[in-house]
């Protein structure tokens, strides 16, 4: 429910919230209802964030909050959720919360630190209370990775801080295969994957029809959709769902590869030609499968989190084979042109962090995809001569990921503008 980032940052908070209440019963779950009085003891929030989670957390838009954006307000109100809801930590965000919230926001010291050494997903919260009374929480490696909860009193919880060997396994097995392995899986998939595959179309559908009721957040999806067609449709419904999830709507996303705007990006432009089209369902589900292996597949290849937008590469690489799919009737040799034309046209695009505009970045990758297809299927294959383009689309990926390697640098340029207006 809402921006990856921030539910993580809600969640740590209130692990740590509860640890320093001596709050916990089984499985970290919360014994007794937090009072008001207990709001009152907190003395300071101090959070350490990676440089990715901060750069996508500090502008974004919190569920339930019409509104509310940023770290500050995600950590304190992170404090009223039950943790064992994970990354639907805001959930039981009510009217009364949010407003005994800000007014804590105002008056509470909280202090963030980017911890610049840290590239892999880090979140640690330390929260101070009267009577050096304190509680702290990590998660690391992993949205929802909880490796240490303690307080001064007693260690809750103390994971592998570590999985990086459990990690690198998996990717590399991934890496090992072929498109043509991933096609020739979701030609016949199994029934609890059919469920996942659907459970995720229903959700970006909620998600864009909320962003089409009204403007959300800059309002992208809901100011294009005015014009009609099939590529309109998929830029429309792809952006108003983003618009929605970064604005920060209660709907959740289903996060494809550690993101919910990529979970849409590889959704809603398949769903959305085959909704203004004779849609055949069947195809519909093995052709998202499809896109949702393909943005792994890719992700596999570069990071979870860098500075280029997933959107304009990742999600865009796998929606391009996912539509393609469909569109071809499961033609695997039209999913990889498409694949080629797509890593030829925008990936490049910046991340910038988790924001209101986001919902544009969908917009023109939704574009993108439906152009990369469109020329697939009339077999414009392009060369191998053309720029980074390898001799297939498995080596395309590649080099796109040697590239997300290469631009670490350019993240702390972007990170030293976006935490300059903080100050």
Known sequence: MGCTEIATIGL?????????????????????????????????????????????????????????????????????GDSKRILQIFDSVSKERLKMARDLEKSLDIQIKIKREKSDIYAEVRIKMEKDVWGRAIIQNAHDKIVLVESNKRCFLKGRVSRKKDTEEHKKAF?????????DFVADLPGEIKTVVRNG????????????????????????????????????????????????????SIAVAGSGNQGITATMPIYAYADETK??????????ALSYLVTIYATCH????????????KAGIGSSAGLAYYMSGGDGRVVKIAIQNFIASIPGMICDGGKYSCSIKGAITSDSVYQSVMLALNSTDLPYASGILGKNAEESIRN????????????????????????
């Open 279 to 288: 849609m055949n369902e069947d195809l519909l589900v093995r052709s998202t």
């Open 12 to 80: 740590a908070s209130s692990l740590a919230f509860n640890a320093a209440l001596d709050n916990f019963g089984e499985d970290l779950g919360s014994i007794r209802k937090i009072r008001a009085k207990d709001f009152m003891s907190i003395k300071n929030i101090f959070l350490t964030l990676d440089p990715y989670i901060f750069k996508n957390a500090v502008d974004v838009g919190i569920p339930k909050t019409d509104g509310g954006r940023g770290i500050k307000l995600a950590a304190i109100l992170g404090m009223f």
């Open 302 to 313: 570069s990071s979870y989190l860098s500075a280029v937008c997933g959107l304009g590469s």
């Open 201 to 252: 179309v229903y959700l970006v559908k909620n998600l864009s029809k909320e962003g089409l009721k009204r403007p959300l957040g800059i309002g992208v999806g809901y100011n294009l959709r005015k014009s009609g067609g099939e590529k309109t449709s998929m830029k429309t419904r792809t952006a108003s769902a983003i618009d929605a999830r970064m604005f920060g709507s209660p709907n959740p």
């Open 175 to 183: 890496k090992d295969l072929t498109i043509d392995d991933l096609i």
């Open 400 to 423: 796109l990921g040697e590239i997300f390697k290469a631009v670490k640098p350019l993240n702390e340029r972007i990170l030293k503008i976006i935490a300059s207006k903080q100050e």
